[in-house]
């Protein structure tokens, strides 16, 4: 799913907690890393999370289904583009008109991640 069809289709589901579990389900949907890419453990999320990079396609571990599929968003909107256009995104932005309830950590995490990609 591509992160246009990941924004439609939660914003057809009102329900928060409904919301939640797609964002889980999308965990799932994280493909297997290879072993050419690279990966850098991103320090300043609760979970264990890895973000690996192989040319302009990226990759995630997570060590929880809350942070997978949230993996998986932040990965819908930055794979295949150069560092350039990673760069010009507003990946937090974008997130925030998803309307997912996260708490404080959670977001600490997420602009952990987003911040990897600022770094590129």
Excluded: H, W
């Excluded at 992160?3 to 919301?19: C, F, G, V």
């Excluded at 979970?47 to 990079?53: D, G, H, K, N, Y």
């Excluded at 909107?77 to 974008?94: A, F, Q, T």
């Amino acid at each position: 799913m591509n992160y246009e069809q990941i924004k439609r289709t939660l914003s057809l589901i009102q329900n928060p907690i409904d919301k939640l579990d797609m964002v889980m389900d999308l965990g799932k949907t994280l493909l297997k890393v290879p072993d050419s890419a690279v990966c850098t453990e991103i320090l300043g999320c609760a979970s264990f999370v890895q973000i690996c990079r192989d040319g302009n396609r990226f990759y995630g571990v997570a060590d929880s289904a809350m942070v997978r599929g949230i993996v998986a968003i932040i990965l819908a909107m930055v794979d295949g583009k150069s560092v350039e256009e990673i760069k010009k995104l507003d990946i937090m932005g974008e997130f925030q008109q998803l309307n997912l309830n996260f708490g404080a950590s959670r977001l600490n995490g997420i602009q952990s991640m987003i911040n990897f990609f600022n770094n590129l």
